[in-house]
């Protein structure tokens, strides 16, 4: 009797789980869902956790994951309005943001929603790249290149087509992956590329001389300021000496002996002031004035 007791309860259980996989399901949180009504999307489930949903054949869910998608495009020719044919891949990050839109446009499909959206991202940035010059992606002039402008051009075409497009997808972000030229540009640009830096290395080396005349310039007229002061110090100072010296004269023009006296002390000091030997006769000026000097009495 316990036995059939015990058979019937663990029956009773698997029957209401069966009856409950039938009428509830769960969405994880890398996933996003929808509930179809006899084939037709009905209900767009973003948010993880348990729903109820009517048994098949009525309803049916169909689960997609809501990660964000990879993509790569071929590695294209593009011209840009200056006439060059310019080699560029992008990548791209997508995701499925209405998944009852997204289910019944590609049939659930993440393959044929890439090929549909292949076409929208080359339109896009061959009518971005179409809108710039060469310069804005190869130049020497750090501020001529405009990647992160292209890139958000392009990331500003793609979601809004997609969404005017009604794919039920997200485009999160894009961006140049690889750039290159035809052999048939590599040249030409090479050449540009030469000529820009000649213009360059002209530019400096003007700069460099305008700098380098400034500075002399400077130079000069600091030069020219302290000659010309060190001349009116000297004009001074020689002022000055010929000021003293006609005040001595004044006083030798009073007394000539006296001047020639000082001029003979003079003389002989810069005579004695070394060692020297001197043979000459004690008449020759200024030696006789170290000739004892005889009274007037006496001579």
Known sequence: MKRNTLILIVGALLLAMFVLLLFVFQVRTTEVAVVTTFGRATRPITEPGAYFKWPWPIQKVQKFDKRIHNFESKFEQVLTPDGYNLLIMVYAGWTISQPDVFFPRFNGSIRQAEENLEGIIRNAYAGVVGQHPLSHFISTDEKELKFTVVEQEILDRIQRDAKASGYGIEIKFLGIKKLGLPESVTQLVFERMQSERELQETKIKAEGQ???????????????????????????????????????????????ELASFLLQINALEQFLKERTTLILDQTTPPLQLLTPAVPKNQR
């Open 210 to 256: 305008n700098a380098a005349d400034v500075i002399r310039s400077g130079a000069n007229l600091e030069s020219a300021k302290i000659l010309a002061k060190a001349d009116a110090e000297a004009t001074r100072i020689r002022g000055q000496g010929e000021l003293e010296a006609a005040k001595a004269w004044q006083v030798f023009q009073k007394n000539p």
